[in-house]
């Protein structure tokens, strides 16, 4: 069952740390072990210096499973691909700030199509030049890492960030998620919630885990 609005953590497992020769069965996995969405990764070795998948998988996905698509489109030109994304079945597209496009006009045709709309921020970006367009998204995504690889560790400094998020929500009286991607797991995501966090990307954590379910539930938890 497809889910959007949570009153506690949302955890969404990130697929580029699964086998990719089992999609299928990794993607059911994960949902059968409590996560409440499933992170996709888009990378197109240009806007970071790795390749993933694209639309096919996250279409294949969709036509497989009922579970919140959050689609993360790490590439140069996410205005030139938005139509592929929502084709293919995106229930979210998070575009970063940092790509080559018109910002607003991007999330503006991601809410006109039928998808939510998330904005990343990269570690080095300050939050000041996401302020324009908060009151425009359904999530901020504040990365934990340097995008383009898992299993990287997470970084601490990143926290200032959500925490001025939170802070500018509340003063606009605005409705946007927070989640964080990059080294989330029992130990951080405690840190990540108490500067208020509520949307937690795991890859690494949960996909390699011994116990999926058992890691879901313990970042849930901690």
Not at 51 to 60: C, D, K, N, T, Y
Not at 104 to 124: D, Q, V
Request: glycine fraction near 6%; hydrophobic fraction near 45%.
């Amino acid at each position: 069952m497809k889910q959007w609005l949570h009153t506690d953590r949302i955890i969404a497992p990130s697929l580029l740390a699964a086998d990719f020769g089992r999609i299928k069965e990794e993607t059911t996995r994960a949902i059968h072990s409590g996560g409440d969405w499933l992170h996709l990764d888009v990378m197109d070795g240009n806007f970071v210096d790795n390749i993933s998948f694209g639309p096919a998988i996250i279409q294949a996905i969709h036509e497989t499973n009922d579970v919140f698509l959050d689609v993360h489109l790490m590439i140069s030109r996410p205005d030139h691909y938005l139509p592929r994304f929502v084709e293919a079945g995106a229930d979210m597209i998070t575009v970063h700030l940092e790509a080559e496009h018109d910002v607003a006009e991007t999330l503006r045709r991601t809410r006109e199509a039928g998808c939510k709309a998330g904005l990343a921020i990269n570690p080095a970006t300050p939050l000041e030049k996401a302020l324009p367009f908060l009151d425009q998204i359904d999530m901020l995504l504040v990365m934990t890492v340097v995008p383009g690889f898992g299993g990287q560790s997470f970084m601490h400094e990143t926290m200032a960030k959500v925490e001025a998020a939170v802070t500018h929500r509340e003063k606009n009286d605005l409705n946007y998620h927070i989640q964080v991607d990059g080294g989330i797991d029992a130990a951080t995501a405690p840190i990540a919630a108490t500067a208020g966090a509520n949307v937690f990307v795991a890859g690494s954590s949960t996909f390699r885990a011994p116990d999926m379910a058992e890691a879901i539930q313990q970042i849930r938890q901690a």
